[in-house]
């Protein structure tokens, strides 16, 4: 079981600029959140993707899109690139019966 | 709103020593609780969790953490801490739905564990 799969796991974007970010979630789970982790703090909760549809979000601009195919998988979109959007951004699935998120390695996004 | 807050951002141990570390939280009902490890630019890996009965709960490379509802609480511990244990620990609280852990997770600020040798 390879878990839970983030790609890429690092990244140079400029300001204003698009970037999408994909996630794997384990073999099983049908729910998918996004996180931000900001440098020396913990994780922000950004979306959370079910049944291809978005479930739940968190307190971002709507800057921060995503979308989750039929199996599974997702994506995470961020438009009009910040320097302040600069961040790790993890990937965490989960199912009916999982107590507990399981979380990727991470894409670390860096703004220039 | 529900709130994490780990009063230590840094601790110092030495190795073999006991760990202790603290977790409050603030939330409507009975949450969901959760004690994650976080070595430098990895992912979150999961050390245990706390859902309903036995307010004592054991998780992997020897942590456990109590439950206590009075003092809304969670704290990690550990009595013999190795070298391989420094990294930042983060508590988590999500929601208690209906027996499901959907909804996000909150997490704390994380505590950054130091071993000496």
């Known amino acids: 079981d390879a878990g839970v799969t983030q790609s890429p796991t690092h990244l140079i974007k400029t300001r204003g600029q698009q970037v999408t970010l994909r996630c794997s979630p384990k073999s099983g789970h049908d729910t998918v959140s996004w996180y931000q982790q900001a440098l020396g703090q913990g994780p922000q909760f950004i979306f959370q993707?079910?049944?291809?549809?978005?479930?739940q979000r968190g307190n971002f601009p709507d800057r921060f899109s995503g979308h989750q195919f039929p199996n599974y998988s997702s994506e995470l979109n961020v438009n009009a690139l910040l320097l302040g959007d600069s961040a790790l951004y993890l990937c965490?699935?989960?199912?009916?019966?999982?107590?507990?998120?399981?979380f990727g390695q991470g894409t670390r996004l860096t703004v220039v | 709103a529900q709130s994490v807050t780990q009063p230590d951002i840094h601790i110092t141990v030495s190795e073999g020593a006991s760990l202790e570390l603290r977790c409050n939280y603030s939330y409507g009902a009975t949450p969901y609780l959760f004690w994650y490890v976080q070595s430098p630019g990895q992912g979150l890996q999961l050390l245990l969790k706390?859902?309903?009965?036995?307010?004592l709960v054991q998780g992997i490379k020897g942590f456990e953490a109590e439950f206590k509802r009075s003092q809304s609480s969670f704290n990690l511990r550990k009595p013999s801490v190795h070298w391989s244990d420094a990294a930042e620990y983060f508590c988590a609280v999500g929601p208690n739905a209906g027996g499901t852990s959907y909804g996000k997770l909150t997490f704390g600020q994380g505590t950054i564990l130091t071993v000496h040798p």
């Open positions: 706390y859902f309903s009965g036995d307010t």
């Open positions: 965490a699935s989960s199912d009916a019966g999982v107590r507990g998120a399981f």
């Open positions: 993707y079910y049944e291809e549809e978005e479930r």
